[in-house]
């Protein structure tokens, strides 16, 4: 990611601040959008609220360190490579 670009949720995700990312998604029809986390590679584990209804493109692709996801039944499309090159 350039770094002049401000990404609220890649900031929260590169602190491990599940917090922050609750409160990010708060919004009832919220969006993980495309490549929204991608290369976020000190990202460990995230709990994906039941306001999220769809998980973009690419979203979590590259997240290296990423071992667990937890989501509700709220999401109700993931997209193309969302989890691509995670352990």
Known sequence: HPSFIFKPLYLASSLNNQE??????????????????SMCTKLKEISIPSTVTSIGNYA??????????????????IG????????
Do not use: P
Not at 20 to 37: D, M, Q
Not at 60 to 77: D, E, N, Y
Not at 80 to 87: E, I, L, P, S, V
């Open 60 to 77: 979590f692709w590259g997240c290296i360190s990423l071992k667990r996801i937890k989501m509700t039944s709220s999401i109700l499309s």
């Open 20 to 37: 922050l990312i609750n409160y990010l998604f708060s919004h009832k029809g919220a969006v993980v959008g495309l490549k929204e986390f």
């Open 80 to 87: 193309d490579g969302a989890f691509r090159k995670c352990t």
